[in-house]
Structure formats: C-alpha cells, structure tokens
C-alpha cells in the first residue's frame, strides 16, 4: 500500500528571472493506493501548477512543504528519480520528440524505471498489447514520439507510458481535454485498467465532469486560489456541474 502525501505545499511560478508569482498558498492532500481524487477547478486556481510543482518543472519552484512517496520527500529527488520512485504525469500539452521512434522512448523509460532492460520480444508484446488496448495503430511504434499525432493521440500515448510504467501515483493533468467521445472512453478505460490492481493512485485533475462518468472518484476536490477549497465524494461533482466555481472563488479572494 503506497501513501502519497502533500504537505503544506507552497510554490511560485518564475515569470522571468527578476519576477515570480505565488501560485500554490499551502495545499494539503493524501492519495493512498488505489484512491482515485478528482482536482476540481476554474482556469487559474493552480490545478497544473500542483501537477508540475510535484513533477518537478524548472519553470515552478516549491519554496515550502513536502510532497512524500511511502514517506520519503520526493522535492529532493532530481525529476527522473522522482519517475523511478513511482510519480507519473500525463501533460495537458504533451510535447513532439521528432526523430526518437515511440517504441525506443517507451522501451528507454521502462528500462529507467524498472532498473532493467526488458528483453526485447517481451517488450514488443507488452507494447502491442497494449497499443491495441488503447486503439493506437502498430504503425505509431515506429513513429516520432507524438510528431504529427493528433490531440487525442497524444493523450492516448500518455495513457500508454502509463499503462507500461506502472507508476504508484498517477497526476492526469486535463488527459480529457481536447478529446472526443469515442477517445474520452478509450483514455477512460485505460486508467481504469491501470488502477484495477489497486497499486495505484490517481490524481485526476480535470474541469468538467464528463470524465468522471468513466472514472469514478473516490474523493473530489475544489481547487481555488492556490489551494482545496472543499472536499467531499463524487456527488460534490454533480454540485461543481449544476452550480459552477463562482463561490468558492469569492471566498478565496
């Protein structure tokens, strides 16, 4: 059983080298193995500084708290050593890596993560697997990470790092975004497997509530002003749908 604990947590965001903004104002959250936690929120209140400031961005700079895996402090840790320790992050903007083949990344980053190079007929079939899980064409393999894939098809790549990495804490940054229905539901099943174990953790950071109707939450989250406003199970998703953020944005201001 994998506890993920967020303390006190308190980041800026470095505008330029003389200006920086406070972004994270002491945010407190405990994802145990298996929990799923929706990160509820309008645009601004931090929700994607929260998943870059645990990952580990340069642009973000953690100035108080801890963010622990299994009670270790992963803010010590270098970004690939916090991937090794179990954190994941699907982006909300997954980035092109022309001329490194999908197959070669993917098989790259296992091998970092898991400390040992998966034999390579293991691996494709691991791989194959499940790019057919998530309906992405054998083709895409041989492709540039992400160059020239479509919105969801990037979003369905981040889901398959997943899938292969297995990490202990999944942070989704916005993966419904961009999506249709069909591919919202081959994300949506993806994560679902992954967590089916009960190894894993979600952070499920997201606007809306249509994801939510795939994956269900055991927690959900307001975000306002830099830190959780309100907690509560999933119904608190169905009062963020029918009456918006706007009071919880009043009472942070």
Same mark, same amino acid.
């Given at each position: 059983m994998t506890k993920f604990e967020i303390r006190g947590l308190r980041a800026d965001v470095l505008i330029s080298e003389d200006e920086r903004q406070e972004i994270l104002k002491g945010v407190d959250l405990t994802i145990n193995s298996g929990e799923t936690h929706a990160i509820m929120g309008p645009n601004g209140s931090g929700k994607s500084t929260l998943a870059y400031a645990i990952a580990g961005h340069p642009r973000y700079e953690v100035t108080e708290g801890e963010v622990l895996v299994d009670g270790e402090n992963i803010l010590e840790m270098s970004v690939d050593e916090r991937a090794r320790a179990g954190v994941f992050l699907a982006m909300q903007y997954p980035v092109e890596v022309p001329g490194v083949s999908m197959s070669n990344f993917l098989r790259s980053s296992v091998t970092a993560v898991r400390g040992e190079a998966p034999k390579l007929r293991q691996f494709s079939k691991e791989l194959q697997g499940a790019m057919k899980? $998530? /309906?992405? /064409?054998?083709? +895409? =393999? =041989?492709?540039?990470?992400? @160059?020239? +894939?479509?919105?969801? @098809?990037?979003?369905?790549?981040?889901?398959l790092q997943m899938e292969l990495l297995k990490p202990k804490v999944a942070i989704l940054?916005? %993966?419904?975004?961009? $999506?249709?229905?069909? =591919? #919202?539901?081959?994300? /949506? @099943?993806?994560?679902?497997? =992954?967590?089916?174990? &009960?190894?894993? &953790?979600?952070? $499920?950071? %997201?606007?809306? %509530?249509?994801? #939510?109707?795939?994956?269900?939450?055991? +927690?959900?989250?307001?975000f306002a002003q830099g830190r959780i406003a309100e907690s509560g199970g999933a119904e608190l998703a169905d009062v963020l749908e029918a009456e918006g953020y706007e009071r919880f944005v009043k009472a942070g201001a």
């Amino acid at each position: 059983m994998t506890k993920f604990e967020i303390r006190g947590l308190r980041a800026d965001v470095l505008i330029s080298e003389d200006e920086r903004q406070e972004i994270l104002k002491g945010v407190d959250l405990t994802i145990n193995s298996g929990e799923t936690h929706a990160i509820m929120g309008p645009n601004g209140s931090g929700k994607s500084t929260l998943a870059y400031a645990i990952a580990g961005h340069p642009r973000y700079e953690v100035t108080e708290g801890e963010v622990l895996v299994d009670g270790e402090n992963i803010l010590e840790m270098s970004v690939d050593e916090r991937a090794r320790a179990g954190v994941f992050l699907a982006m909300q903007y997954p980035v092109e890596v022309p001329g490194v083949s999908m197959s070669n990344f993917l098989r790259s980053s296992v091998t970092a993560v898991r400390g040992e190079a998966p034999k390579l007929r293991q691996f494709s079939k691991e791989l194959q697997g499940a790019m057919k899980d $998530l /309906s992405i /064409s054998s083709d +895409f =393999a =041989a492709r540039g990470v992400n @160059e020239g +894939f479509s919105g969801g @098809e990037k979003k369905r790549h981040e889901i398959l790092q997943m899938e292969l990495l297995k990490p202990k804490v999944a942070i989704l940054d916005e %993966t419904d975004s961009g $999506l249709d229905v069909d =591919a #919202l539901k081959v994300v /949506s @099943e993806g994560v679902n497997r =992954a967590k089916a174990g &009960g190894e894993m &953790g979600v952070m $499920l950071i %997201t606007h809306y %509530t249509r994801i #939510l109707n795939y994956v269900k939450p055991d +927690f959900v989250h307001v975000f306002a002003q830099g830190r959780i406003a309100e907690s509560g199970g999933a119904e608190l998703a169905d009062v963020l749908e029918a009456e918006g953020y706007e009071r919880f944005v009043k009472a942070g201001a």
